[in-house]
Each structure stands twice: as structure tokens, then as C-alpha cells.
């Protein structure tokens, strides 16, 4: 894996897997976008949200991608396939919320965030989280231009430094500045009852939201 992907695949065509297609598309990337099934089911929601997200069968889609957008509801996660996403950089956008995901046992052991254990279950490929702490509409609404005074920051987090820039570069052409943490385990002060969960924040008040906190 080198260089800034240039085909991105989006596993999960609820609600935030289309809206990430439609930004990734209209930041010039090549997008294909897959559900559990069949494409056809897919075909006529991605075509009003993510317009140009080429609907495919998971594996199919995953073939040749850059870069594997995981947007899957969590509770799913322990019947996903692990060598789907084999050698892949997969980026998990997902969050553990028992009040949403039921007691999910796989997820409940809180020395770890809910992306150490995906990165775990998905030992062949190269785990980086992002995009989970803001809503699916705001994805959409919040991208700003780079230096733009409103622009809103993103975290990013993972263990692969390469891996990492190359999702901070796909989160700055989409619109947001990304930040940096110290590491997937870090992953988890980006999570529910973290402290930029659903804050929008500019990229100075975030570092030093998440800087904090990665001190305590
Ligand atoms: N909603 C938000 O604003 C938001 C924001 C940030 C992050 N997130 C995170 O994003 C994830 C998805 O949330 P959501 O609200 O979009 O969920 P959702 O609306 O329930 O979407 C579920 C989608 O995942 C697909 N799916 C399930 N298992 C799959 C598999 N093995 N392979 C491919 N696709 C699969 C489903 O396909 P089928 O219909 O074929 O089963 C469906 O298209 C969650 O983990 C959530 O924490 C959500």
C-alpha cells in the first residue's frame, strides 16, 4: 500500500455509508459502495444519495480498493467476514452504543476501544478510525475549504503512521483538517462519552481537546 487511494469502497448503505460516498465522490475519488446483499436492493438509494458510488457486491467491491470505509452497524460487526478486508486499510467509522447495538459482548471488554478490537478481529489489514464522532447530515454539511475559519476538525487515529496520513489526506481533500491521536488506542476518546464526540470543533480546540485527555 502506497501512496493517496484513489478508489475508495464503503461497506454499509445505511445511513452515513452513502453520505461518505457522496463526499469521497464529489472530492474526486473513484467510490463503489456495497450492503450484505445483493446490489440491485442498493441501487436506487445510492443513486439518489451518493450519485456516481458504483453499487457491488462486498467482495467485489473491496477488490482493487485503496482504501475500505467500514460503516456497518457494530452489533454486525461479529458476523463480518474478516478476510474481506485481508491486507486492506480498512477506516472504522463505528461506534460501540449498547442503547443502539444491544450488549455486545465482543465489545464490552473496556480495557480496549471498540477499534483496538476491531483491528484485532481484523488482524490482516491496517485498521484507522475516523469520521465516527460527527453525524451522518453533518458529514455532509459541516466540509469547508482548507483555511476556511469555520473548517471543523476530524480525528484520526491508528497505529500505522502511513496508514494514517493516508486517511488524514482523504479526510483534508473531503474538507475537514484532520488531527492526529496517539494512536488506535487513542481511537476511543474519539467515541461516545469522549471529548470531541459530537462537538464540532476547529483544529486548535480539538487538539488540545484530545491532548488533554491523552495526558490524563
Ligand atoms: N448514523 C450516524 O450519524 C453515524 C455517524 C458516524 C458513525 N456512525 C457509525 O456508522 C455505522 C453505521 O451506522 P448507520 O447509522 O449508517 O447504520 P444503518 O443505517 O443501520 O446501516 C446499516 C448498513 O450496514 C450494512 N451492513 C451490515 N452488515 C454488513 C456487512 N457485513 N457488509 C456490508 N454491509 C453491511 C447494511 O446492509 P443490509 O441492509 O444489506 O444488511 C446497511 O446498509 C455504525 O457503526 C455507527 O456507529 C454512524
Sequence with gaps: MSGEPVKITVLGAGHVGPVIARVAIEAGYEVSIAASGDPEKIALITGVLAPGAAPQWAADAVRGADLVVLAIPLHRFAAFDPALVAGR????????????????????????????????????????????????????ADRRPPGAPDRRALGVAGDDADAVARVAAVIERIGYDAVRLAGLRSGRLLGPGGPVFGAALGRADFEQAVRTAEAA
Design 89 to 140: 486499510l480498512v477506516v472504522d467509522t463505528m461506534n460501540y452504543w449498547p442503547p443502539v447495538d444491544g450488549v455486545q459482548p465482543m465489545f464490552e471488554d473496556r480495557r480496549y476501544g471498540s477499534s483496538e478490537i476491531v483491528a484485532r478481529r481484523l488482524a490482516g489489514a491496517t485498521v484507522v478510525k475516523t469520521f465516527n464522532h460527527l453525524g451522518y447530515h453533518e458529514l455532509d
